[in-house]
């Protein structure tokens, strides 16, 4: 079905003014507006307006020293803070001339699998799933559909032990470092999750043929794709930049292929592909359609039984991108886990010069990109952090006009309904970029 059938119902008045507002957008991190403008039966502008004011950690890291951007940029967002950690941490070596060695980035890929577990359950079960089973909310669905939730929940719950047993807590972790870690964990102490993550696993094959069942709207868009992309494996903690359209670069040429723009209506920036008029979108839909086949074998065949074709176009199918990684997080923490051996010391040395440092790494939402210029004591002149969703606003907006061009005559809150749910669709942390949804109709 088509993304306005799927939200059903016919509207009447097409030609006098409605106005519709949503003060703030349920299940999504942030806030910010919408207006859409249709003028004699056809949509002639739609705006996503984030108003939500500047953070300013950018200018809150200057003068600070190097070793400090981890901790300080992992406070960004309580949802995904192993991503800050690794692409500040990612960028300090890089400016150090620092590679860390196997074990410390086997480690780290390990944690990272848990945050992606932790951020990818919340969003299927808690922030997308209502919407594609007619619910208000994770707490009415769960009346009707329990065991589902609890599933969910509990892959969730699995993440945030994964990452506490590591980083000395689920929110924020305070045991990584640039350099490594301050301790490694024994065997002894990671053993124990072996059964926890083995019931994950599980439970996410449960959700990912769950997911392959459900009736998704049809909406196909013409992505361009960009990821990470490692050659020895699904890229997570480190990698190339890669696009679908042929681009492969280092992550020090960022800048040179990707800008920042402002626009009046926002307070966040929209970052587009140099010499590209399309919106690029990054995430599990890019990591999949790049290097998907590099997931373990359980997830591809998770993924072939489901029914998910080898690039996915439409954004609503997301959510089913996003129960494949599960798998494939799962899968790879349990594969690290026994390959896993202490290592001493827990960090190499890190001695700070006068450079430029670049970071990326695949937060669950997408690439995240750091860079950093420090001075020869250590103390960081410069900083320039890019979240996923803010590199996703552009592509946000598009999808919104297909959806609203192609359901103008639906009833008012069943438009701001099938518009929230392209938005989610993202699963948009609004206050890494700055923030949604007043959505203001005009119709005049």
């Known amino acids: 079905m088509s993304a306005a059938g799927a939200a059903g119902g016919n509207g009447k008045g097409r030609k006098r003014t409605r106005t519709i507002k949503v003060d703030a957008l349920a299940r999504v991190e942030g806030e910010g507006a919408m207006k859409v403008v249709?003028?004699?039966?056809?949509?002639?502008?739609?705006?996503?307006?984030?108003?939500?004011?500047?953070?300013?950690?950018?200018?809150?890291?200057?003068?600070?020293?190097?070793?400090?951007?981890?901790d300080i940029t992992a406070r960004i967002c309580g949802i995904c803070p192993v991503a800050y950690i690794m692409s500040a941490t990612n960028a300090m070596e890089d400016a150090c001339g620092v590679t860390a060695p196997e074990p410390i980035d086997r480690l780290r890929r390990l944690v990272y699998c848990g945050e992606w577990l932790e951020s990818h359950g919340l969003h299927v079960i808690a922030l997308h799933a209502p919407d594609f089973l007619g619910y208000d909310g994770v707490v009415q669905m769960a009346r009707d559909h329990r065991e589902l939730v609890e599933r969910g929940l509990f892959v969730k719950k699995a993440g945030?032990?994964?990452?506490?047993?590591?980083?000395g807590r689920e929110i924020h972790?305070?045991?990584?470092?640039?350099?490594?870690?301050?301790?490694?964990?024994?065997r002894k102490e990671l053993a124990p999750l072996r059964e926890t993550l083995e019931r994950a696993r599980e439970y996410a094959l449960d959700l990912t043929r769950w997911a392959g069942t459900l009736?998704?709207?049809?909406?196909?868009?013409?992505?361009?794709?960009?990821?990470?992309?490692?050659?020895?494996?699904?890229a997570i903690q480190r990698g190339r930049i890669?696009?679908?359209?042929?681009?492969?670069?280092?992550?020090?040429?960022?800048?040179?292929?990707?800008?920042?723009?402002?626009?009046?209506?926002?307070?966040?920036?929209?970052?587009?592909?140099?010499?590209?008029?399309?919106?690029?979108?990054?995430g599990p839909m890019a990591r999949w359609a790049l290097n998907g086949r590099q997931l373990s074998p359980l997830a591809l065949e998770a993924a072939?039984?489901?029914?998910?074709?080898?690039?996915?176009?439409?954004?609503?199918?997301?959510?089913?991108?996003?129960?494949?990684?599960?798998?494939?997080?799962?899968?790879?923490?349990?594969?690290?886990?026994?390959?896993?051996?202490?290592?001493?010391?827990?960090?190499?040395?890190?001695?700070?010069?006068?450079?430029?440092?670049?970071?990326?790494?695949?937060?669950?939402r997408?690439?995240?990109?750091?860079?950093?210029?420090?001075?020869?004591?250590?103390?960081?002149?410069?900083?320039?952090?890019?979240?996923?969703?803010?590199?996703?606003?552009?592509?946000?907006?598009?999808?919104?006009?297909?959806?609203?061009?192609?359901?103008?005559?639906?009833?008012?809150?069943?438009?701001?309904?099938?518009?929230?749910?392209?938005?989610?669709?993202?699963?948009?942390?609004?206050?890494?970029?700055?923030?949604?949804?007043?959505?203001?109709?005009?119709?005049?």
Not at 306 to 330: D, H, I, K, M, Y
């Open 38 to 70: 249709v003028r004699d039966g056809r949509l002639e502008t739609i705006e996503l307006r984030i108003y939500e004011p500047p953070r300013f950690f950018e200018a809150m890291l200057r003068g600070r020293d190097f070793t400090e951007a981890p």
């Open 160 to 167: 945030n032990e994964l990452i506490a047993a590591i980083g």
């Open 173 to 186: 972790p305070v045991n990584l470092r640039v350099g490594g870690v301050y301790r490694s964990p024994s």
């Open 215 to 234: 009736d998704y709207p049809e909406l196909e868009r013409d992505y361009v794709f960009v990821a990470l992309r490692a050659a020895d494996e699904y």
């Open 242 to 282: 890669a696009s679908s359209t042929g681009l492969d670069i280092h992550v020090s040429a960022y800048e040179e292929h990707f800008v920042e723009e402002h626009v009046e209506r926002s307070t966040a920036l929209h970052s587009r592909m140099v010499g590209e008029e399309r919106p690029y979108l990054c």
């Open 304 to 364: 072939r039984d489901a029914g998910l074709e080898p690039v996915c176009t439409n954004p609503f199918r997301s959510l089913l991108v996003r129960c494949v990684e599960l798998v494939f997080a799962t899968d790879e923490a349990l594969r690290l886990i026994d390959a896993y051996e202490p290592f001493d010391p827990p960090s190499v040395p890190v001695v700070p010069r006068r450079a430029v440092g670049h970071g990326a790494t695949e937060a669950p």
């Open 366 to 444: 997408g690439l995240l990109y750091q860079r950093y210029a420090i001075e020869a004591d250590g103390a960081i002149r410069e900083a320039k952090i890019v979240p996923p969703t803010s590199q996703n606003q552009r592509s946000i907006e598009a999808d919104l006009r297909e959806v609203v061009a192609g359901g103008l005559d639906l009833e008012r809150d069943v438009l701001r309904h099938v518009c929230e749910q392209s938005i989610r669709n993202y699963d948009p942390c609004i206050s890494c970029a700055t923030h949604f949804l007043d959505l203001e109709l005009d119709r005049a």
